[in-house]
């Protein structure tokens, strides 16, 4: 059973950083993406950034460009969200997905771990 779980969340002041961390385990796929996303309260659900896990091509929200960084881990199976220069409007639930390459359309998530940034 595939199984996404995020760590790292947390409470920070404007400016700060956060590293979260979204392990990967119980799947067989050989190529895949991991992505973040966020949910505020009140705001629309946000892309935040995106690995392939082979080929590490990423892609990152126009929101976060140049403050975050995304990036992956195979002995540890995890891919991490490096977030710097954070700002109160990142303040969100963030949850990590695991999308397969191809035909397959699954989708599997974590639970979300929370970033509260204060002014």
């Known amino acids: 059973q595939v199984h996404l779980e995020e760590s790292g969340g947390g409470t920070v002041q404007t400016g700060g950083s956060l590293r979260l961390t979204c392990a990967v385990s119980g799947h067989s796929f050989d190529q895949y993406a991991i992505g973040w996303f966020r949910q505020a309260p009140g705001r629309d659900f946000e892309f935040v950034a995106a690995i392939t896990w082979l080929g590490g091509a990423t892609d990152y929200g126009d929101s976060v460009k140049g403050r975050f960084t995304i990036d992956r881990d195979y002995d540890k199976n995890t891919a991490s969200l490096q977030m710097n220069d954070l700002k109160p409007e990142d303040t969100a639930l963030y949850s990590c997905?695991?999308?397969?390459?191809?035909?397959?359309?699954?989708?599997?998530w974590g639970q979300g771990t929370q970033v509260t940034v204060s002014s």
């Open positions: 997905k695991l999308t397969p390459a191809g035909a397959d359309t699954s989708e599997y």
